[in-house]
Each structure stands twice: as structure tokens, then as C-alpha cells.
């Protein structure tokens, strides 16, 4: 069974800082990683989605990488800002149709 | 604008009624999955569906019934609502042709009193 974990659970920078989030999965055999952003009590926002055979995609400020060789997918936040403050999930889609999602990392930018 | 739609945003039901809760989705996607989220639980899958009136079991399916009739429509039916089932419920839905990117719903806030 596929398992996913995300490191930190929690995260709490200064505005402008540069911050990475971690995800990491046990099985490599997976069709694709997507990030969602959530903010409370809303449903999910997806970020980015990673082709299984992409090693990265870009969106404004973000940046996610993807290693399936390795089990990892790292979420790139530059310059962060106030407005960044949610809870951030990855997801790996993976045979049988199945989606499983990491615990997610709570980031808090303070001003 | 891809949308996927849950029927609403919050709920208040009683102990022992019988719930629906509703999804539809406007992308013509073959999966669709229902979710709850709790503090410290993170998302855990409750049933999904990978075509229509065709239900898989997740990881915490009891309590809970699933219906898929169309194609765009997933309803989670909680058969008599406990008060343990308060929580977050989460719809979600994506195809594996082309891009395969998951969407969800806005989330449904159910409360049993």
C-alpha cells in the first residue's frame, strides 16, 4: 500500500524567506504528484501537477521538483509572503486509480 | 472553468437520520472519491468510484454507502448519522486520460447533533 508522508508538519517563517516542503512516498510506481494548497475550513486548491515522467513544473513563485527513483517531491516557495499561509497536501496517483494524500505541512508566513 | 460541486457547504443533521451528501462534476471523469478530514487525521478515503455504478471500498467505509447511477454524480449516504461522523467531507474526481489532474469540491461541513 502506498504511504505518503509530508516533513514538516508544521512551518513558520518570516515574510521573504525561501522555504521548502517535503513529500515523500513508498512506492515509485506512481502515474503523477499534484500539491494542493488549503485554507481552513475550504476545500482543496491544486498547486501543480507532476507528470511521472517530468522531473519538475513552475507556477509564479513555486517550484516542484519530483524524484520517483527516490520517493521524493519537494515544494519550492520563494519569497514567501503573508498570503502563503495555508496547509499544503501532496497527492500521488497511483495503480488501481487510487489517490493517496500526505499529512500535509501547516505553514504560517508572519509579517 | 472545470468544476467540481458539492451539494453544501455546511450541515446539521440529527443522530439516526439518514444523510445524503452530493457531487457532481462537469469534466466527464471516470473517478470519483469522498473524503473526510479531521484535525491530526488528515484526508482519509472513505469510497471511490472508477465508473458509474461501480463502488470500491477505502479505508474507512463503515457507516457509510456510496451511489453512482451517472456518470457525474457520487453521493455518500450515511445510513444513520452518529455523532463520530461530524467532519469534513471532501469530493474529488479526475481521469487518468490526458493530464490527469485531481479536482475537488468546496468541502462539506456536516455537524450531528
Known amino acids: 500500500k502506498q504511504e505518503v508522508t509530508q516533513i514538516p508538519a508544521a512551518l513558520s517563517v518570516p515574510e521573504g524567506e525561501n522555504l521548502v516542503l517535503n513529500c515523500s512516498f513508498t512506492d515509485s510506481a506512481i502515474y503523477n504528484l499534484q500539491w494542493f494548497r488549503q485554507d481552513p475550513g475550504k476545500g482543496l486548491t491544486s498547486l501543480l501537477l507532476i507528470q511521472s515522467s517530468q522531473r519538475e513544473q513552475t507556477s509564479g513563485r513555486l517550484n516542484a521538483s519530483l524524484d520517483k527513483s527516490s520517493g521524493r517531491s519537494t515544494l519550492y516557495i520563494a519569497a514567501s509572503q503573508p498570503g502563503d499561509s495555508a496547509t499544503y497536501l501532496c497527492a500521488v496517483f497511483y495503480a488501481g486509480n487510487m489517490l493517496t494524500f500526505g499529512g500535509g505541512t501547516r505553514l504560517m508566513v508572519k509579517p | 472553468d472545470v468544476k467540481v460541486t458539492q451539494s453544501s457547504r455546511y450541515l446539521v443533521k440529527r443522530t439516526g437520520e439518514k444523510v445524503f451528501l452530493e457531487c457532481v462534476q462537469d469534466?466527464?471523469?471516470?473517478?470519483m472519491f469522498w473524503y473526510r478530514q479531521d484535525p491530526g487525521l488528515g484526508l482519509r478515503l472513505i469510497y471511490f468510484s472508477y465508473d458509474v455504478k461501480m463502488k470500491e471500498k477505502g479505508d474507512i467505509p463503515e457507516g457509510y454507502s456510496v451511489s453512482r447511477e451517472k456518470k457525474e454524480r457520487f453521493s455518500l449516504i450515511l445510513e444513520s448519522a452518529s455523532t463520530n461522523q461530524t467532519s469534513m467531507y471532501l469530493c474529488a474526481s479526475f481521469s487518468l486520460t490526458g493530464a490527469a489532474e485531481a479536482f475537488f469540491g468546496q468541502g462539506t461541513r456536516l455537524t450531528v447533533v
Open positions: 469534466m466527464d471523469h471516470e473517478n
